[in-house]
């Protein structure tokens, strides 16, 4: 084996990196040791936790984008896309199917999540493509989530 390869780090003990944690919106158990040795410090695992869904607020000089989409989105960087023009938000949903998609923005629709959204963008699709789903199949389950979708907005708005 040449070095660098992943059996080496393996054999070296260092800790494989794309090991997750059981609930992934939680802090690690390191933070919740490290918050109970400092003292004076309440270890709360409720105002620790990241926001499960994006945080829009109404701009009247800045468009808000919501991009949504499978794992093929994880390495977008909403920071980056952040314009003076626009604020974008990101949600990646691994192993998402376009059924997925469609169920997730009806949910974050429902409950007022996306109030502020002006732009939907969807990437989507490459996950029904590798379970080889018809064509025929994914065309109708396109136009049944941008119908839903469509559907949704309209109602709460």
Request: net charge positive.
């Amino acid at each position: 084996m040449t070095p660098g390869t992943y059996s080496n780090a393996v054999k070296s003990g260092l800790q494989c990196r794309t090991r997750q944690s059981p609930t992934p919106n939680t802090p690690g158990p390191f933070l919740r040791q490290r918050c109970e040795q400092i003292p004076n410090v309440e270890y709360d695992e409720r105002k620790l936790e990241r926001p499960k869904f994006p945080l829009f607020q109404r701009n009247n000089d800045k468009k808000n984008l919501f991009l949504i989409g499978s794992s093929t989105l994880k390495r977008m960087s909403a920071r980056k896309m952040t314009t003076d023009k626009i604020t974008t938000k990101v949600k990646t949903i691994r192993g998402g199917r376009i059924r997925d998609i469609e169920d997730c923005l009806i949910e974050y629709i429902s409950e007022g999540k996306l109030d502020y959204v002006d732009v939907i963008a969807v990437h989507v699709g490459t996950n029904n493509v590798s379970d080889r789903d018809s064509v025929h199949t994914i065309i109708n389950d396109y136009r049944n989530l941008i119908y839903t979708v469509k559907q949704s907005l309209t109602e709460n708005n």
